[in-house]
């Protein structure tokens, strides 16, 4: 634990930083910021020679090129709180309080975020409050008999976790639970907490079956006491850190997961994970070519609740683990050898994750197009990202997160996808082409005050289409951003290459003012900047508060 080191003062240099990030509580520029995330496992992110484990301080250095490299700008760290067993990836936590040892010493990891900061990168670490390790050296019976844990197992104890549950009712746990992310923002600068596994804080029956749980005070299945722990969280980490992000990895329906703590169910986050996009997303992208026509919802159901809540779009590490297979093998194929077709149809999906309202998120290794799933006790298997073709689709992976990172319309609207009337906020996100089930195809508009609005276009089927024809909702000179087709990242050059300018042609289209032709190659995304002058903007007077509110400044 921390205590068992001789601290001095650290030198802290991210003054600067830490200043900005005190102004993001200010005019949502939070939520209208950029916001890529790379996550990462630091023990397995990169290792030695020898294979073992790297310091803090020698991570940080390669860490800060590679993402500025690759155009995030938030690393989010799976848990650094000390836990007994590598093998639970630290979410099987004993000292919610002390800083990962094997990687170093607390100042090291100091060093290590100071470092992040002084390149611009933002800091999320995740937190597990909703349970425990059983070591018996550690906080399981603490005293001989239950302390940190309910009493009863069918409220103590997930089996399917084999841990401890806390008491969230018992003063001294939640004083517990609620000093710890409050710790490790003040102490080690730390720009985000990610609590882990909500809805096992939510439901009682989380994970249960009947006879396993035992119902609340008033009858239901919600953990109260710890609802009300979480809404005590967020309000003081929102107090006392402001510009701190709060991000909730939540699987259920539950209503208000970002909602406001004024409102009754608001749990007070400021994003929450969207694991049915992901879970949608990879389904489909998953299914036989036959079969996609019928799946063709799953791309599109997310745009009937997308407004209810603030999103982070996760292709994380659990979708990379326990025989998942890696997110190259979720691919669907048409023909043998498969790897081609697999590498096209995943820059395909990441174009789609990009573009969509919400904030990207890719586990490491996915920028290679990694080939095996993630182990945590081997480093990512970077002499992958050696090989051409993987080069180039790590460059599709940068030249997109720069494209979302730069236009606004990428980012900067999310929250309001379908506009708030009273706000005078108009929409964000339009979809242009999103019944086309037989051709696979999916298109989109993202808009940002007086901003030039992008066009986002997604083939996952294995056709090659001459001559498309696509709605846009303005006429004039549309310019080509991206193609993942490109020769540039390992594309066989099909359709319009990066920065064709393509003019319309007024026949209408679905009731669209005006038409697009272009050829769009199979298992592709397409990225296109609207004529000048074009923009569905708020009224004047936000649209001139959205200009002037940049959140993206340097610093």
Not at 133 to 159: M, N
Not at 382 to 392: A, L, S
Not at 525 to 535: K, Q, R, S, T, Y
């Amino acid at each position: 634990c921390d205590d068992a080191f001789s601290e001095a003062p650290f030198p802290w240099s991210d003054q600067a930083w830490m200043e900005h990030r005190r102004g993001l509580a200010e005019d949502d520029k939070l939520r209208r910021q950029p916001m890529a995330i790379y996550e990462v496992h630091l023990p397995s992110w990169r290792r030695t020679a020898e294979g073992g484990i790297m310091n803090y301080r020698a991570l940080a250095p390669l860490l800060v090129d590679h993402i500025k490299a690759l155009h995030f700008n938030y690393l989010e760290l799976l848990p650094l709180a000390h836990h007994p067993f590598d093998g639970s990836w630290g979410y099987q936590v004993t000292g919610h309080y002390g800083c990962y040892s094997p990687l170093g010493t607390p100042d090291d990891f100091k060093f290590f975020v100071d470092a992040m900061h002084a390149a611009g990168i933002g800091v999320i670490m995740d937190f597990v409050p909703a349970h425990f390790c059983k070591d018996e050296w550690a906080l399981v019976d603490y005293d001989g008999s239950p302390t940190f844990e309910y009493e009863d197992p069918r409220e103590g104890e997930h089996r399917e976790w084999g841990t401890r549950v806390f008491n969230f009712a018992r003063h001294e746990v939640r004083a517990y639970l609620l000093g710890a992310p409050l710790f490790w923002i003040e102490r080690y600068h730390i720009d985000g907490i990610r609590v882990d596994a909500v809805s096992a804080m939510l439901y009682r029956n989380f994970m249960r079956e009947d006879g396993e749980w035992i119902p609340n005070a008033e009858g239901g299945d919600s953990y109260l006491e710890a609802v009300t722990l979480l809404r005590e969280m967020n309000r003081h980490v929102k107090k006392r850190f402001p510009g701190v992000v709060m991000c909730a990895e939540e699987s259920t329906a539950w209503s208000g997961v970002t909602g406001g703590l004024d409102t009754p169910s608001g749990l007070g986050f400021d994003f929450k994970w969207d694991l049915g996009w992901m879970n949608d997303t990879l389904s489909y992208l998953a299914a036989p070519a036959g079969d996609k026509p019928s799946k063709h919802d799953k791309l599109t159901f997310r745009g009937l609740y997308m407004q209810h809540e603030k999103w982070i779009l996760p292709l994380s590490h659990d979708e990379v683990v326990s025989g998942k297979g890696s997110l190259l093998d979720k691919m669907s194929y048409l023909d043998f050898p498969p790897f081609y077709e697999k590498l096209q149809m995943l820059k395909a999906l990441y174009g789609f994750q990009v573009g969509s309202p919400g904030r990207p998120l890719l586990f490491m290794g996915a920028e290679i197009a990694q080939g095996r799933e993630w182990n945590y006790a081997q480093s990512i298997d970077w002499h992958e990202g050696d090989e051409e073709i993987r080069g180039k689709f790590c460059t599709w992976v940068s030249d997109l997160m720069g494209v979302y990172q730069h236009h606004r319309p990428m980012h900067a609207g999310d929250d309001e996808p379908h506009g708030v009337e009273k706000l005078d906020l108009p929409k964000s996100f339009e979809w242009t082409e999103v019944d086309n089930k037989d051709a696979c195809v999916v298109a989109f508009v993202r808009y940002w005050a007086k901003e030039r609005p992008v066009l986002v276009l997604c083939n996952f089927s294995g056709a090659y289409y001459q001559s498309y024809a696509l709605g846009v909702p303005f006429g004039g000179t549309w310019t080509i951003l991206l193609n993942s087709d490109d020769w540039r990242y390992g594309g066989q050059g099909g359709g319009p290459c990066n920065g064709t300018e393509l003019a319309t042609t007024p026949e209408g289209r679905f009731g669209w003012p005006a038409c697009l032709r272009f050829d769009v190659p199979a298992r592709s995304c397409l990225v296109a900047l609207a004529p000048e002058g074009a923009a569905v903007g708020a009224a004047a007077g936000e649209a001139k508060k959205a200009e002037d509110t940049d959140a993206c400044e340097e610093h």
